[in-house]
Nanobody, 121 residues
Framework: QVQLVESGGGLVQPGGSLRLSCVAS????????MGWYRRVTGKQRELVAG???????NYADSVKGRFTISRDNAKNTVYLQMNSLKPEDTAVYYC???????????????WGQGTQVTVSS
């Protein structure tokens, strides 16, 4: 069974930092693109940051200069370092990945269960 498991969410004061991690596990042959999305209550889920297997990155304008996405291909893990956090960053953060499973020719898209990030004083 393939899973994406996030960790690292929590409560932080404005201006603080958090680091999210997401590990992809199971019968995985290759991990292609990985990314982080977030959903604020009552709004649609939005892309926060993405990273290709080669390390190319893209960010939402609202987080540029504050968040950094990275990955460890040997560990099938993606990270999101979040600095200078603001109350408007409060959301459930979801990991997303395009995976090629062992024995399959094409990639499939997977989501993690989400981790809550709350920025409040």
């Amino acid at each position: 069974q393939v899973q994406l498991v996030e960790s690292g969410g929590g409560l932080v004061q404005p201006g603080g930092s958090l680091r999210l991690s997401c590990v992809a596990s199971g019968s995985i042959y290759r991990v292609n693109r990985m990314g982080w999305y977030r959903r604020v209550t009552g709004k649609q889920r939005e892309l926060v940051a993405g990273i290709t297997s080669g390390g190319s990155t893209n960010y939402a304008d609202s987080v540029k200069g504050r968040f950094t996405i990275s990955r460890d291909n040997a560990k099938n893990t993606v990270y999101l370092q979040m600095n200078s956090l603001k109350p408007e960053d409060t959301a459930v953060y979801y990991c997303n990945a395009d995976l090629v499973l062992t024995g399959w020719a094409n990639w499939r898209n997977y989501w993690g269960q989400g981790t809550q990030v709350t920025v409040s004083s």
